[in-house]
């Protein structure tokens, strides 16, 4: 990546690994950035465009846990994971695949592989995967091109799935991220670049600040992209958020964050880049502070004209934790 930055004019500095973009970089990346994307999944009819006035859907992502009032709170399964892929296939509220709950009783190597293989037959909706290492991301997008009964190359020309990018904030991208850009941009699959910020954390407390990190962080990975494939397809991601300031927590769900997204949506729109919103909560269990944190979520999104809401279904515990109930709860507050 920094070979790739050097040669395109950027300064940088090999002993600190400290890249520093010229604007006017920036500026030619940006040229390149698709508007809007369509993603095909096996089938058609559940095909879907982020961008123009459109505002798609994903179910919940990446929790470790599950919660039912019969079973109680658990460790995610296999069996977990199944269950809510069915919940994602039957709510038309929900357009697009997360990854509701992390499969642990399946051993690491093998997880994305059997968690993906759940995705693309129990949904036939657009499937999600993480960018965990170049080997993982070729063996999913194998699949998912498979699904669609195509080469990895056929399948590079139409974009169908989807991965999240989060910086590590302040204005640090990792091994795994770094290599989630460069070659999701490869095969021409789109990117959430989604800084995680926390006013008063890893960014000064005010919301002007934080969002000034926001923004260069997903520019420098839109740049990094578009040098990779000029055109390759990138959202601009906001999940901004103040921190509790009692115990440090992430401020799901509460009013500063909702600020955050609207000046993201206004972000999005100066770059010409469709934007990524989330139903973000903080609350522990499918309460009235939940659906008040929610319905504050989506309210937001859909103010700020954000194209895509992930986790639109599902989260509690600030995403330590799906609910089964908040998951049918948010289908309401979506719909509605």
Request: proline share 6%; hydrophobic share 45%; aromatic share 6%.
């Amino acid at each position: 990546a920094r070979d790739l930055l050097r040669q395109a004019g950027a300064r940088v500095d090999e002993s600190e690994g400290l890249v520093r973009l010229g604007r006017e970089i920036v500026a030619q990346a940006l040229t390149t950035v698709p508007s809007s994307i369509t993603l095909v999944p096996r089938n058609p009819a559940h095909a879907v465009t982020l961008g123009h006035d459109r505002m798609t859907t994903a179910a919940v992502l990446g929790p470790p846990n599950v919660a039912d009032l019969l079973r109680g709170r658990r460790t995610g399964t296999l069996a977990d994971l199944t269950e809510l892929l069915k919940l994602t296939q039957v709510f038309n509220a929900v357009q697009m695949n997360g990854w509701p709950v992390e499969p642990l009783d399946i051993a690491v190597r093998d997880r994305h592989l059997v968690a993906a293989e759940a995705m693309l037959t129990i949904t036939d909706k657009v499937p999600y995967v993480f960018c965990q290492s170049r080997q993982r991301i070729a063996d999913v997008l194998t699949m998912c091109a498979m699904a669609r009964g195509e080469t990895l190359e056929q399948f590079a020309r139409r974009p169908g799935v989807f991965s999240i990018i989060n910086t590590n904030t302040p204005l640090q991208y990792d091994v795994p991220m770094t290599i989630g850009v460069m070659d999701m941009a490869r095969y021409g699959q789109p990117v959430l670049l989604t800084p995680f910020v926390m006013a008063g954390a890893s960014t000064p407390a005010t919301i002007a600040s934080a969002m000034a990190l926001n923004t260069a962080e997903v520019l420098f990975g839109v740049t990094l992209g578009q040098l990779v494939r000029p055109g390759a397809p990138v959202l601009y991601g906001c999940a901004a958020m103040n921190v509790d300031m009692k115990t440090g927590a992430p401020a799901y769900g509460i009013a500063d964050m909702h600020r955050c997204t609207l000046i993201g949506g206004q972000m999005a729109r100066r770059y010409g880049m469709p934007m990524r919103s989330s139903n973000f909560s903080a609350s522990n269990i499918p309460d009235f502070a939940s659906g008040l944190e929610s319905t504050g979520s989506v309210f937001a999104a859909m103010n700020a004209g954000a194209h895509l809401l992930m986790h639109a279904a599902g989260w509690v515990e600030g995403g330590l934790c799906t609910s089964y109930e908040k998951f049918v709860l948010d289908c309401e507050i979506v719909q509605t």
